[in-house]
Antibody, heavy 119, light 108 residues
Framework: QLQLQESGPGLVKPSETLSLTCTVS??????????WGWIRQPPGKGLEWIGS???????YYNPSLKSRVTISVDTSKNQFSLKLSSVTAADTAVYYC???????????WGQGTLVTVSS | QSALTQPASVSGSPGQSITISCTGT?????????VSWYQQHPGKAPKLMIY???KRPSGVSNRFSGSKSGNTASLTISGLQAEDEADYYC????????FGGGTKLTVL
């Protein structure tokens, strides 16, 4: 059974860079059938797609976040990562990682991790 | 890239049917049959319920169905049950990905 697990600091200071890692187990991140993505959800609000990455390193970002986002993949560790720079309180959210396929988009999700931006 | 438009809330009694709409544009919902729906219970990760407008993943009840007309997609839940009470999100995933604002379903 495929599992995804987010990890990283739960508290980030304003203007700093938020860094999260998603570890994939029970399957290979190098499968040609899937992309891997990050989605966030501010407290009490809706879902927002941040971006997606293919195992080869090809990336797709939300245009509204593109200037601050970097998503990378480490196939040797079966992980992919998110960096979001110059964070503000508006970036406080539960951050999810998920698998994306054209056939069944976001069919597997991590449990989510709350990141709070505060000094 | 604007969020897809969903009603903030819908409600229905057990056994009834409800429909949640999701309106996009000719650039997203209207152009591709790549619309999905997610169910999210409080404190939980979203769960894929419908993909490619009307297909159900294995294990999802056939009480859930999807359709599309023009720039608007719809999720219908028939035979409402208490466990269906949750937030529902639509998503267009043709290249770029955009979610709807979410709809809170209350089972009366």
């Amino acid at each position: 059974q495929l599992q995804l697990q987010e990890s990283g600091p739960g508290l980030v200071k304003p203007s700093e860079t938020l860094s999260l890692t998603c570890t994939v187990s029970g399957g290979s991140i190098s499968s040609s059938s899937y992309y891997w993505g990050w989605i966030r959800q501010p407290p009490g609000k809706g879902l927002e797609w941040i971006g997606s990455i293919y195992y080869s390193g090809s990336t797709y970002y939300n245009p509204s976040l593109k200037s601050r986002v970097t998503i990378s993949v480490d196939t040797s560790k079966n992980q992919f990562s998110l960096k979001l720079s110059s964070v503000t309180a508006a970036d406080t959210a539960v951050y999810y990682c998920a698998r994306l396929a054209v056939t069944q988009p976001f069919d597997y999700w991590g449990q989510g991790t709350l990141v709070t931006v505060s000094s | 890239q604007s969020a897809l438009t969903q009603p903030a809330s819908v409600s229905g009694s057990p056994g009834q049917s409800i429909t949640i709409s999701c309106t996009g544009t000719s650039s997203d919902v209207g152009s591709y049959n790549l619309v999905s729906w997610y169910q999210q219970h409080p404190g939980k990760a979203p769960k894929l319920m419908i993909y490619e407008v009307s297909k159900r993943p294995s294990g999802v009840s056939n009480r859930f169905s999807g359709s599309k007309s023009g720039n608007t997609a719809s999720l219908t839940i028939s035979g409402l049950q208490a466990e269906d009470e949750a937030d529902y999100y639509c998503c267009s995933y043709a290249g770029s990905v955009v979610f709807g604002g979410g709809t809170k379903l209350t089972v009366l």
